[in-house]
């Protein structure tokens, strides 16, 4: 069974970096687009980068600059390297892939279960 699993969330002062991991377990047929989305109190979920399979990224206006998506397609993992942290950067940060299980399915969108980064002023 296909699952993302989240690492490397935590707290943080302003200016420190942190580094976010997912890895897809499960050994699906493909992996294609890999992205990251945070979701603040109250506020609507938001993409935050996105990484194709070949390699081009994609990065919200307020994150360019600071966060670097990059991904590792031989052991199916995506990173997403965040330095100035600030405190509007605290959310729960979530992985989104887009995955074909196997031969026969077609792809649809995968949820890691998100984990916490909270940055201190």
């Known amino acids: 069974q296909v699952q993302l699993v989240e690492s490397g969330g935590g707290l943080v002062q302003a200016g420190g970096s942190l580094r976010l991991s997912c890895e897809v377990s499960g050994s699906p047929f493909s992996s294609n687009a890999m992205g990251w989305y945070r979701q603040a109190p109250g506020k609507q979920r938001e993409l935050v980068a996105v990484?194709?399979?070949?390699?081009?990224?994609n990065y919200t206006d307020s994150v360019k600059g600071r966060f670097t998506i990059s991904r590792d397609n031989a052991k199916n993992t995506v990173y997403l390297q965040m330095n100035s942290l600030k405190p509007e950067d605290t959310a729960v940060y979530y992985c989104?892939?887009?995955?074909?299980?196997?031969?026969?399915?077609?792809?649809?969108?995968?949820w890691g279960q998100g984990t916490q980064v909270t940055v201190s002023a």
């Open positions: 989104n892939v887009d995955i074909r299980p196997n031969v026969v399915s077609g792809s649809r969108m995968y």
């Open positions: 990484i194709a399979r070949g390699g081009v990224t």
